[in-house]
């Protein structure tokens, strides 16, 4: 690695830098406490997927080049130059670890795992070393905002054929639209992802209990988080922030997409509307007596996932159990409390870096596959597209005979007609 | 060697409290004028009042607790033996009526406080030799336990030597006058503090604690001060 591109990669972990990030990387005792936190560590076993083991190859870095201490003595805290072994090593951290933030419950100080991932991350992309697949679909994801005219035909007639699959759930009455777009003054903008069964169940549950909704041009997911890229994250969230304000909606409701709604509930800041999960949005139906659900719909068994971004790093932990006490009686929650929950394995982009990683994520996961499997249940909800696919490979890869299912079309499904 | 034992005792001492202060308040004011992060870093369920369990987090580490109970059992002894040797420092400076609600000689808890923390030293130390901890440390980690646990064992022998087996030399006077005169900028070493039997130790416990206190703002000690805001983060 020639000095110029050091510095590049400096600048960029610079960039990084906060005062949350200063605590993150100047604290760590080295206690071990994390050590069985990591559900690729205890899947398995190998010492580098180990929290801490992850945050200092970070760490040895800043001490490095943003410490006197690396200068003085660098082997007093092991710090170590960058070099083109040091991307490998932190390609390996940084893409083996989901962002689930479980250590960060653990860990006496809290330090928080994904943050340091991300100065890896974002280095990784200074050195054209990321994959490329993410930073793919990040572009074309802001593309799409950019040149909105060129889509809207083609996704108009899309949407146009999802209707009559809409009105055969739940019929509309005359003059009403069954996949309204593009509505001013609406009171709920809803974003899904490209995909059939991501706009008509929640389409069928709108309808239902009457919503004034409108849905979004733009597909939720944000590939820019995935990839660690702050400049492209914004540029796809912003996408959605002007739509909203120019419909002027009241509420912004992001589909079961876990990043795409803890990017936009935490990061949008402060605007006119208010942001929330479809689960949330339908718990709140629900509670209201806005819908009805038939609680002899599913018989079986059923646990409920709790996706990370959404619970434990997003705050939305009572809704799911909500609508599941209106769906069931036979809800079993996973153990140990969503607090500790184990991620899927399928986060931080591993999912939608498909087959490349699935080896992986099969492997990493296996601990996920044990907790489900105490519960004996038959029907695995959650609320997250990529656990979704991650949980329903684990399906497969290790024969769990469970019913893999979105818990909002199981809504759907339950609709009892008022 | 009278000189040398004058360079760690007073010299030395300015030198190491003021790297130890001025450094730890200029890296604390480098770090608060950072940019606050954009986003919360907060994990749920939250509980309220949140700054009362970020309190919690920082001196009961309920997570170590959970997740590790032996560790958790040494760390909090060690964390309240320190409170108490600092209290007994403070006190060589002179008498405090509040510490006295409890009525003990100077130095709390017969000496028994220093043998339980070279105890918790040595089970911090070890567990590093074991893996997976092994990997994880640093020669950082095993030097700071190391320093400690030399600043401990020497301090500790002066107090053992006065309690349990009654060498009646260096008195807890002598060294309120050496302490008093470092506070007051005029220093001055009694002879007793640097000509009896014992004096090495003073001399070693000194240098060592220098050592330490010039390290402090540099290192992962600084997590005295970060724990606090770090977990008033993390509870939102
Ligand atoms: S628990 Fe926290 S302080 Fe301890 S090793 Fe892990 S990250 Fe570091
Ligand atoms: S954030 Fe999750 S995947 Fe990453 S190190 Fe922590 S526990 Fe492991």
Known sequence: MDNKMRDELLN??????????????????????????????????????????????????????????????????????????????????????????????FCPFGIDTQMLMSIAKLMLIGANAEPEILTMLADTSIEKGKSLELFKESFLTGIKNLESEVVEKWKIEAGETAIPVDVEDADLLYVALAGAHSIIPAAVVFNAAREKWTLSFFEAVNFGAFVGDPTRTKLIMDRIIAEAKRLKVKEVCICECGTAYRVMKQLSGKQPFKVSSITEVQAGYIREGRIKLDKTKFTDTITYHDPCQIARNGGVIDEPRYILDNLTDNFRDLTPEPKYNWCCGGGGGLVALGDETLDFRMKSARVKVDQVKATEAKILATACENCHTQLSNLNDHYKMDVAVRFLSSMVADALLPQ | MQTVYYIVLVPMVYVAFAVFFLGTAIRIVKILREPKNPSTLQIFPEKQPNWLYAL????????????????????????????????????????????????????????????????????????????????????????????????????????????????GELTVEDYQVYLNSLLYLKPELPYNVTFTGHSFMLVLHVFFANLFLMFFPFSQLMHSFLALPMNKLRRG
Request: proline share 3%.
């Open chain 2, 56 to 167: 919690s987090d920082t001196f009961f580490f309920p997570t170590v607790r959970r997740h590790k109970p032996v560790l958790w059992v040494f760390l909090m002894t060690f964390h309240v033996a320190l409170l108490f040797l600092i209290i007994g420092h403070v006190e060589l400076f002179q008498e405090f009526k509040i510490f006295q609600i409890i009525p003990h000689e100077v130095f709390l808890g017969k000496g028994f406080v220093g043998l339980i923390l070279a105890i918790t030293l040595l089970f911090f130390l070890f567990r590093r030799f074991k893996s997976p901890t092994k990997e994880l440390s640093v020669p950082e980690d095993y030097f700071l336990l190391i320093l400690l646990f030399l600043i401990v064992i020497f301090g500790s022998q002066m107090d053992w030597a006065r309690r349990w087996y009654e060498y």
């Open chain 1, 12 to 105: 960029l972990f610079r960039s990084k830098i906060n005062r949350a990030m200063r605590y993150y990387l100047e604290t760590c005792t080295r206690c071990g406490v994390c050590t069985e936190a990591c559900h690729v560590y205890n899947s398995m076993g190998q010492t580098k997927y180990i929290a801490a083991y992850r945050h200092e190859i970070v760490r040895r870095l800043y001490k490095k080049y943003f410490k006197a201490r690396g200068k003085i003595w660098p082997g007093f805290g092991e710090a170590k130059g960058l070099s083109d072994m040091t991307l490998e090593e932190l390609f390996d951290a940084a893409y083996s670890c989901t962002g689930c933030r479980r250590c960060m419950v």
